[in-house]
């Protein structure tokens, strides 16, 4: 049975319809390996090996009469707490949410399911889903299997963490603010965001009693894989319209022709204005950009004009509150603000005005900053009229030390404000919509994860998953952490 850890999804799969291997197995390998390993990273927090395994059992009796549901027939995957999962709980690891309980599956879940993939269980994520580590009111804190003392990434770090030890070979996470990026590059993984509204939302939270409405920006679900094969093959399962939701359009998301990188017209920047990142990360963009060069590629280190970033940062903090404070009472809002400024955003001065306007909940707000918005998406289709992808760092080193929230991270004989170590590098993105995705490159000298974010025009992801297998020939890509092999 131990065979099967660390093989990919697609593999998986080909055992099983060959008749080489039986879902029953497959699914008692990887819960095995959750049992071991477990204890130590707490990335799954909610079991369902009962479940699992009777529809193992029915997917292989399927098999026997040839009857396969789907590419995922019989492949083991977990899925992450804040989707709904029928009968399960989508708490957030949060008290406020610790009693709700899914009546029906989320969109996404159900096509992996129609796909036939097997459910064993949903991974730990950040309270509220609020955060680059694994910590909260319900589950035990997550970390990351390269160094229990680090963070796994978040929110989805649990799916990060039970990727990278074996426990599943492909997962489902959400991106609000680099959530399935941050722990795909702390843990070694591809993970992509894709295009806003390209992905169905119904059920990908759970929802307060009485809301009588929810408007959804900047937050999407995507996929995350050892492999950019299984990336792709999860990708093509969840996107795509959905009858009940008129906000997803019906992509072509045709081949964009191009076979090898001297196809490709990449701009790359290796920091931020008033955002710079490490010496390692720096060098480790330089080093990938030479790369690109020597295979081909036309490459351009200009950064995209008009400071389109800082506008982009100053987007998200604005347009964020008017997303998490729905439904809540005014009096509430204040405190709200509050928290997030002795916590989440301690240390971040320069978009205080932001932050208060996004508070004011009204109609005139929100729409002025809905017109802001597509602005600078605009503007940054503009910049990538000259570029298929833009090269750049994901975050300003590698996984940080647990610590509390908040607390500002020491690296390099410098202390960087907490959420200056990942946000402005992600953040900008999700404001604008448009998709980002990790490129694992390996280990650094310390034994722990490194890669690079790409970014293309919206509705590229075709592209973007070309480049990504074209480069893994002078990639490492995803290298096991030692002591999970089974």
Same mark, same amino acid.
């Given at each position: 049975?131990?065979?099967? =850890?660390?093989?990919?999804?697609?593999?998986?799969?080909?055992?099983?319809?060959?008749?080489?291997?039986?879902?029953?197995?497959?699914?008692?390998?990887?819960?095995?390996?959750?049992? @071991?390993?477990?204890?130590?990273?707490?990335?799954?927090?909610?079991?369902?090996?009962?479940?699992?395994?009777?529809?193992?059992?029915?997917?292989?009796?399927?098999?026997?009469?040839?009857?396969?549901?789907?590419?995922?027939?019989?492949?083991?995957?977990?899925?992450?707490?804040?989707?709904?999962?029928?009968?399960?709980?989508?708490?957030?690891?949060?008290?406020?949410?610790?009693?709700?309980?899914?009546?029906?599956?989320?969109?996404?879940?159900?096509?992996?399911?129609?796909?036939?993939?097997?459910? +064993?269980? @949903?991974?730990?994520?950040? @309270?509220?889903?609020?955060?680059?580590?694994? #910590?909260?009111?319900?589950?035990?804190?997550?970390?990351?299997?390269?160094? +229990?003392?680090?963070?796994?990434?978040?929110?989805?770090?649990?799916?990060?963490?039970?990727?990278?030890?074996?426990? /599943?070979?492909?997962?489902?996470?959400?991106?609000?603010?680099?959530?399935?990026? =941050?722990? !795909?590059?702390?843990?070694?993984?591809?993970? +992509?965001?894709?295009?806003?509204?390209?992905?169905?939302?119904?059920?990908?939270?759970?929802?307060?009693?009485?809301?009588?409405?929810?408007?959804?920006?900047?937050?999407?679900?995507?996929?995350?894989?050892?492999?950019?094969?299984?990336?792709?093959? /999860?990708?093509?399962?969840?996107?795509?319209?959905?009858?009940?939701?008129?906000? =997803?359009?019906?992509?072509?998301?045709?081949?964009?022709?191009?076979?090898?990188?001297?196809?490709?017209?990449?701009?790359?920047?290796?920091?931020?204005?008033?955002?710079?990142?490490?010496?390692?990360?720096?060098?480790?963009?330089?080093?990938?950009?030479?790369?690109? @060069?020597?295979?081909? !590629?036309?490459?351009?280190?200009?950064?995209?004009?008009?400071?389109?970033?800082?506008?982009?940062?100053?987007?998200?903090?604005?347009?964020?509150?008017?997303?998490?404070?729905?439904?809540?009472?005014?009096?509430?809002?204040?405190?709200?603000?509050?928290?997030?400024?002795?916590?989440?955003?301690?240390? /971040?001065?320069?978009?205080?005005?932001?932050?208060?306007?996004?508070?004011?909940?009204?109609?005139?707000?929100?729409?002025?900053?809905?017109?802001?918005?597509?602005?600078?998406?605009?503007?940054?289709?503009?910049?990538? #009229?000259?570029?298929?992808?833009?090269?750049?760092?994901?975050?300003?080193?590698?996984?940080?030390?647990?610590?509390?929230?908040?607390?500002?991270?020491?690296?390099?004989?410098?202390?960087?404000?907490?959420?200056?170590?990942?946000?402005?590098? /992600?953040?900008?993105?999700?404001? !604008?919509?448009?998709?980002?995705?990790?490129?694992?490159?390996?280990?650094?000298?310390?034994?722990?994860?490194?890669?690079?974010?790409?970014?293309?025009?919206?509705?590229?992801?075709?592209?973007?998953?070309?480049?990504?297998?074209?480069?893994?020939?002078?990639?490492?890509?995803?290298?096991?952490?030692?002591?999970?092999?089974?």
């Amino acid at each position: 049975m131990t065979d099967f =850890i660390y093989k990919s999804a697609i593999e998986l799969a080909g055992l099983i319809r060959t008749g080489k291997a039986t879902s029953v197995d497959v699914v008692h390998a990887h819960l095995a390996q959750i049992k @071991k390993h477990n204890p130590s990273l707490q990335a799954v927090i909610i079991d369902q090996e009962k479940e699992a395994l009777k529809i193992a059992s029915e997917l292989d009796s399927d098999g026997k009469r040839g009857d396969f549901k789907g590419p995922l027939h019989g492949v083991p995957m977990t899925i992450k707490e804040q989707f709904w999962l029928k009968g399960t709980k989508s708490t957030l690891n949060s008290n406020r949410m610790k009693n709700w309980v899914a009546e029906e599956d989320a969109e996404i879940v159900r096509r992996l399911k129609e796909a036939g993939a097997v459910i +064993l269980g @949903k991974t730990n994520v950040a @309270k509220e889903l609020m955060d680059y580590q694994v #910590q909260g009111d319900i589950y035990p804190e997550g970390k990351n299997p390269y160094d +229990l003392e680090r963070t796994p990434g978040g929110s989805s770090g649990g799916s990060a963490a039970a990727l990278a030890s074996g426990m /599943v070979p492909i997962e489902l996470g959400g991106d609000f603010g680099g959530s399935v990026r =941050i722990p !795909s590059n702390y843990c070694g993984l591809y993970g +992509l965001k894709p295009t806003e509204n390209s992905v169905p939302g119904h059920g990908n939270v759970p929802r307060p009693k009485n809301a009588k409405g929810f408007v959804f920006h900047m937050a999407q679900a995507g996929p995350m894989a050892r492999t950019v094969e299984d990336m792709e093959l /999860v990708w093509n399962i969840i996107q795509g319209p959905d009858t009940t939701d008129g906000t =997803i359009p019906r992509i072509d998301y045709a081949d964009a022709g191009r076979k090898s990188l001297s196809d490709y017209q990449v701009g790359w920047v290796n920091s931020w204005p008033g955002f710079p990142t490490s010496e390692q990360t720096q060098k480790l963009v330089l080093d990938f950009v030479e790369q690109l @060069k020597s295979h081909g !590629s036309t490459v351009d280190g200009s950064a995209p004009p008009d400071d389109l970033h800082s506008r982009s940062l100053s987007l998200y903090v604005r347009l964020f509150p008017q997303l998490i404070a729905q439904e809540v009472p005014k009096i509430i809002k204040p405190f709200m603000k509050m928290s997030l400024q002795r916590g989440l955003l301690n240390g /971040v001065d320069r978009y205080k005005r932001e932050l208060s306007q996004g508070f004011k909940g009204t109609m005139i707000n929100y729409s002025e900053t809905m017109g802001i918005r597509a602005e600078i998406t605009r503007d940054w289709e503009l910049f990538f #009229q000259r570029y298929n992808i833009l090269v750049c760092p994901m975050s300003f080193g590698p996984p940080f030390k647990r610590c509390k929230m908040g607390t500002p991270i020491h690296i390099d004989g410098r202390e960087i404000v907490y959420s200056d170590y990942v946000w402005p590098y /992600v953040g900008c993105f999700n404001a !604008s919509g448009h998709p980002g995705m990790n490129i694992p490159l390996g280990l650094n000298d310390d034994g722990l994860p490194v890669g690079i974010q790409i970014v293309g025009p919206y509705w590229s992801e075709p592209d973007m998953i070309q480049f990504a297998k074209l480069v893994s020939s002078f990639t490492a890509g995803f290298v096991s952490p030692s002591g999970y092999q089974a």
